[in-house]
């Protein structure tokens, strides 16, 4: 799939995405104005009902004797004579309960010539009942009509929500599955775009590599027929010496390629044995020694390590080893110094192989044991490969117990470095 593909779905999806959440942010903000509207109409109908009471009862005949009685001692009788604050709070507890209003609230009744309030629970909520929306006028209670009966309700949005808590728990359920299905196929599509890439360029490295000794076996075996070459020993072990290098070098990467098939497969069985990590050492050395002499390169050995066993598949452990020298000589283009070291630390046995090479950048460092992953090499174009050797370290490090660690830094070299459970003897 081409990148443009790419941008334009990820483009109209995220333009879908965004308009589903505009429209859920909408709904849910219109749910809620709703359910406002509905709870203080409830409010409403509530003090209306305790109005209404006080109205009612003003016009019975034995609270008609009990003003008479009460307006013989007093000069002027005062609210708090039409309205019993037991009874009205009473009133209140019982009317918001049958509108199932469960909310805290606090009420008190005051008069709006001075905002002076003489009855209610309103001593730290003065201000906030004085701005309450839900006020209602005494006037037909009592006279003058500058008297008002105020409520202020402290949690009124937590009721609210509370009453849309499983709407509100599906909508963010069902967006939240939706963000990250969406996230996920992004990422799934960028992942296989880059699969692709990677294996597009693993091929076109194959291609080449297999075409390179391919090319010079065939060139070298067209030579061999020649009369003049037919006639001449020394040519003819010259070029048939080339064949059996590009033999051998064809039958490697080809090696290379199938041990990682079959890893990933699973379908591998490891010989596992006690190892001794200065013998391997000096087994890969050795097979590298015709290629130390004719590139120049300086090889030194430190064999430090006391306990140097450890349990393993020694064809692997081998290509693990092999793998990482050969990288340390084809990365340091000049004046190649390879140090190899094996000792102990703590219970493990470390076998270190550090160069003088071209070294990795810390933004490649995490990637450089992932399967097809290359370094780019900058001008080093003769160095090719499958991207596939270190991903082989690792996973046969990681396969016996062991651990695998770099130090590197560009233009000062690499030091990799291998950790295996150690054991104490050779039985």
């Not at 002499?293 to 066993?309: F, H, L, R, S």
């Amino acid at each position: 799939m081409k990148k443009k593909t790419i941008l334009i779905i990820v483009f109209i999806t995220s333009t879908a995405l965004a308009g589903i959440l505009l429209t859920q942010i909408y709904w849910v903000g219109t749910a809620y104005k709703l359910k406002e509207e509905q709870f203080d109409n409830s409010v409403r109908i509530a003090l209306k009902s305790v109005v209404n009471h006080f109205q009612q009862n003003k016009s019975d005949t034995t609270f008609q004797k009990k003003l008479k009685a009460l307006a013989c001692r007093k000069t002027k009788l005062s609210i708090d004579d039409y309205i019993d604050s037991e009874k009205l709070d009473s009133l209140i507890k019982d009317e918001l309960k049958c509108m199932d209003i469960k909310s805290m609230y606090h009420y008190g009744i005051y008069s709006k010539y001075n905002n002076r309030f003489v009855i209610g629970n309103s001593d730290d909520y003065r201000t906030e009942l004085l701005d309450s929306p839900f006020q209602f006028s005494l006037a037909s209670i009592y006279k003058p009509g500058d008297y008002y009966l105020s409520i202020f309700f402290t949690n009124k949005t937590h009721i609210l929500l509370h009453r849309m808590e499983l709407w509100l728990f599906l909508s963010i359920l069902f967006l939240f599955i939706l963000v990250i299905s969406f996230a996920s196929v992004i990422f799934t599509i960028l992942h296989q775009k880059k699969i692709s890439e990677i294996k597009t360029d693993f091929i076109n490295n194959m291609t080449h590599e297999f075409k390179t000794p391919i090319a010079t076996s065939s060139l070298a075996a067209e030579m061999i027929q020649k009369k003049e070459v037919i006639s001449n020993p020394n040519k003819l072990m010259k070029y048939s010496s080339i064949i059996l290098d590009e033999n051998s070098r064809l039958q490697n990467q080809v090696e290379q390629v199938l041990q990682v098939a079959i890893l990933e497969s699973g379908k591998y069985n490891f010989k596992v044995r006690k190892l001794n990590a200065n013998d391997l050492v000096k087994a890969v050395i050795n097979s590298f020694e015709l290629r130390i002499k004719d590139g120049n390169i300086k090889v030194e050995i430190n064999q430090n390590a006391t306990k140097p066993y450890f349990l393993g598949d020694k064809t692997h452990i081998l290509n693990v080893f092999y793998n990482l020298i050969d990288n340390a000589i084809k990365y340091s283009p000049e004046n190649p110094l390879i140090l190899v070291s094996t000792f102990n630390v703590n219970d493990n046995i470390v076998i270190s192989v550090k160069d003088n090479g071209i070294g990795i950048s810390k933004e490649h460092q995490n990637n450089i044991f992932k399967n097809l992953f290359r370094v780019p090499t900058g001008n080093i174009h003769e160095v090719r490969g499958f991207g596939l050797g270190l991903y082989y370290v690792k996973t046969i490090v990681d396969q016996f117990g062991g651990k695998i660690q770099l130090v590197s830094e560009p233009g000062k070299g690499s030091n990799f470095k291998l950790f295996f459970p150690a054991t104490a003897t050779k039985n």
